[in-house]
């Protein structure tokens, strides 16, 4: 078995003009939540962000956390106290990022929004209920016996190796640690869990139904964290079938089956269950997996359940082709930016994809974060060990993505996604470079290089027709006087993007589920009138709910793209005309007024409902809204 080792800060600037306005009040008995705090990512719900920051980090337990006391004592009481003051910062950080969604700032509270999510995800893991749960559905002796025939074969190819003396560096004999996580991971992945591209007919048990769009949550799956659903229709019974995104890991354990945002989240509870430490990865780029210390190796090992890999990092971008540009590791004692470790080049990551927040905040908070989960341990030595394990992983990550790899790399070793369909694969660039036979999930098959150049070829067959640019000019002049600087600024840049680059298939694709983009093109502002006026087409997609898409991947859209100028033309000019005039009084007055009306709407929730003070910030937001656009 292995061995356990033991708020976002306030948006800069925006602290002292708007956290007065949100006292903490006193609140109920706090609520028993259950599940994990971010919604499913990769593999297809989308990233939904649950704000976390005002929750409050339980007191571990004896047997939740390796022997930890529980009782309150004065260092307890600083650090809830400490809570209390960051709550209000959190707070006033939504309402910033509202009324500065283009800037920095609103990147920022965004990405500690995340954050704070993924440390709420992390500490689910460590209930001693959900642990019992999962070890319950784990064939610990077989598998421990499986282990144990691994470890006889590690030692005796070892002791070969060692018999040749030719100088070579030999391997070293697998600890029974590391061979149970092998063989945990293989289990996991081939007997356990299921990938579910989408859900077979509950009536008839069609495979072939077709997604009808997304749905609330019923109060049930609500509290096993599903916040969306997808629905199926059958062709050939009718009826509707529901897909809810589950994150509560417990009850993944009952369905098992879903992307890989399930997959993640079930197997890090597994590998905690069995004693393991044990961090829940985020990739902003769409794909969560699992990092395990091995305490014979003294280094986190990367597991992705998803594909039964251990210990290959480099799999997503030098096999995947992925483009990474933050990958954070969140556990029951640290969050850490591990993205070193997951890049081959990390300078040129830092310089081309690495814009969302500041560097130097970006490591602070995570350090903030990490003390603050850690502020409860009370035994030096588990203490120092776990500050001999941080200094030991800055060197490792200071020395990695350093590296470029050779154009000799074996492609074979680091292979494309093989989970998923074949054509949801081909859409996300995730069929990787080398040759390879990818067992597609859909159909129980094996695509091949020509299959996939066949398809390739298809889909370029479709050119985009030129639009009307009078429905252009007139879409723009409309979406112009609707909106921010900052709304005009994000969807200039998405059609500027695309003048730059037409070639590019990712330049395309509108996913509403970008919180910065659903805020320009979204709401009032006739962003969406504007995108069918320029030719893209909408619909809802499993993976990330509306799109709107110019075209297939290879299209032609060179008819299109002077409209695209003229489009981007009009809005410059209404930011010259915003720049040059600034807001009227009228405009300054509804805007304190509409502040007025939050900050009051605020106060109502807390003195009557049971929710932390950035949970009501944010229904504030959205009340106001919705009873501004009634009017």
């Not at 903490?24 to 297809?44: E, Y």
């Amino acid at each position: 078995m292995g061995v356990r080792s033991g708020a976002y800060p306030a948006v800069p600037g925006q602290h002292d003009s708007i956290a007065h306005a949100f006292p903490v009040r006193p609140r109920g008995p706090s609520r028993a939540k259950t599940g994990v705090g971010v919604a499913n990512c990769g593999g297809g719900s989308g990233t939904e962000v649950v704000s976390a920051s005002a929750f409050e980090f339980p007191r571990r337990s004896h047997s939740a956390t390796r022997g930890l006391s529980s009782p309150m004592d004065p260092d307890e009481a600083l650090a809830r106290a400490l809570q209390e003051e960051e709550d209000r910062a959190a707070a006033a950080a939504i309402l910033a990022a509202d009324r500065d969604i283009g800037g920095k700032h609103a990147r920022q509270a965004a990405f500690g929004a995340r954050l704070e999510s993924g440390v709420k995800t992390a500490l689910a893991f460590e209930d001693p209920l959900a642990q019992a749960s999962a070890l319950s559905v784990v064939p610990v002796d077989r598998l421990e016996a499986e282990a144990a025939a691994l470890v006889t074969e590690s030692e005796a190819a070892a002791s070969d190796a060692a018999s040749d003396g030719d100088g070579a560096v030999k391997p070293k004999p697998l600890s029974r640690e590391d061979a149970l996580l092998l063989r945990t991971l293989r289990w996991f992945k081939l007997e356990f869990f299921t990938w579910c591209d989408k859900p077979k007919c509950k009536t008839c048990q069609n495979a072939d139904v077709r997604h009808e769009g997304m749905s609330e949550p019923t109060p049930d799956e609500h509290a096993h964290g599903a916040g969306r659903v997808e629905t199926y229709r059958c062709p050939l019974c009718s009826a509707v079938t529901r897909f809810p995104r589950y994150n509560d890991a417990v009850k993944l354990l009952e369905t098992r089956a879903g992307r890989c945002g399930e997959w993640a989240n079930a197997f890090t509870l597994i590998c905690r269950s069995l004693g393991y430490d044990a961090r829940w990865c985020m990739d902003w780029t769409d794909h969560v997996w699992t990092e395990v210390w091995s305490v014979s190796q003294r280094r986190w090992l990367h597991c992705d359940s998803c594909e039964n890999v251990c210990d290959k990092p480099l799999l997503y971008e030098v096999g995947w082709g992925k483009k990474l540009s933050y990958v954070i590791g969140f556990g029951a004692d640290d969050v850490v930016d591990v993205t070193r470790r997951y890049v081959a080049d990390y300078a040129r990551c830092l310089r081309e994809r690495r814009g969302e927040c500041d560097e130097a905040w970006l490591a602070k908070t995570t350090r903030g974060l990490t003390d603050r989960l850690r502020a409860g341990r009370s035994n030096p030595d588990e203490l120092d060990e776990l500050r001999r394990r941080d200094a030991g992983e800055a060197d490792e990550l200071h020395r990695a993505g350093t590296d470029v790899p050779p154009p000799d790399v074996p492609f074979d070793d680091l292979p494309g996604r093989t989970t998923g369909s074949l054509a949801w694969r081909a859409a996300r660039g995730e069929l990787g470079k080398g040759k390879q036979a990818a067992e597609s999930t859909d159909g129980g098959g094996v695509s091949t290089d020509d299959d996939i150049t066949r398809e390739a070829r298809e889909s370029t067959r479709k050119k985009v027709a030129p639009v009307d640019n009078s429905l252009v000019i007139a879409a723009a002049n409309k979406y112009s006087t609707s909106t921010t600087p900052e709304q005009r600024d994000t969807m200039g840049r998405l059609l500027r993007n695309l003048v730059k680059e037409p070639g590019n298939p990712k330049y395309r694709r509108v996913k509403m589920s970008n919180a910065k983009i659903a805020y320009a093109v979204g709401g009032d502002t006739f962003g969406k009138q504007l995108l069918v006026a320029l030719g893209f087409t909408a619909r809802d997609e499993p993976e990330h709910g509306l799109v709107f898409s110019l075209g297939d991947a290879e299209a032609d859209i060179s008819a299109v793209v002077p409209s695209l100028e003229t489009a981007m033309k009009r809005l410059k000019e209404e930011d010259a005309t915003v720049a040059e005039n600034g807001d009227s009084e009228e405009v300054k007055a509804e805007k304190a007024a509409l502040e007025r009306m939050i900050r009051a709407e605020f106060d109502k929730i807390m003195e009557t409902e049971n929710l932390t003070p950035n949970e009501a910030a944010m229904k504030a937001l959205n009340t106001v809204r919705e009873r501004v656009s009634r009017r």
